[in-house]
């Protein structure tokens, strides 16, 4: 069995940062691929950043430039660092884990067998 617990959610200005966490424990391998997915009440989740088992990274349009995505493979944690953040990036942020080894860092949300419970973010204008 698989924990993944995010934190660093909170409500900023428009143009602010804030910085995502999620500690993994329980049984995940050393450097599965890992990502981070977002969802606003009534549309589907999106992938926003992902990383590979070789440290490979994938960004949506939206968030490319503004945010990065990173992984210590040792402790188990990955961030999210979140920079001119907009109104249209609020949402509930989730830290979702992959089940095997792999060289594509995927943002696609059924690839991933583990989900945290999500941690949210406000953005004011």
């Known amino acids: 069995q698989v924990q993944l617990v995010e934190s660093g959610g909170g409500s900023v200005e428009a143009g602010g940062s804030l910085r995502l966490s999620c500690v993994a424990s329980?049984?995940?391998?050393?450097?599965?691929?890992m990502g981070w997915f977002r969802q606003v009440s009534g549309k589907e989740r999106e992938g926003v950043a992902a990383?590979?088992?070789?440290?490979?990274?994938q960004y949506s349009d939206s968030v490319k430039g503004r945010f990065t995505i990173s992984k210590d493979n040792a402790k188990n944690t990955l961030d999210l660092q979140m920079n001119s953040l907009k109104p249209e990036d609020a949402a509930m942020y989730y830290c979702?884990?992959?089940?095997?080894?792999?060289?594509?860092?995927?943002?696609?949300?059924?690839?991933?067998?583990?989900w945290g419970r999500g941690t949210q973010v406000t953005v004011s204008s």
């Open positions: 329980g049984n995940i391998g050393y450097n599965w691929p």
């Open positions: 990383i590979d088992s070789q440290g490979g990274t």
């Open positions: 979702a884990a992959r089940k095997f080894w792999s060289s594509t860092a995927t943002m696609t949300a059924g690839e991933y067998g583990y």
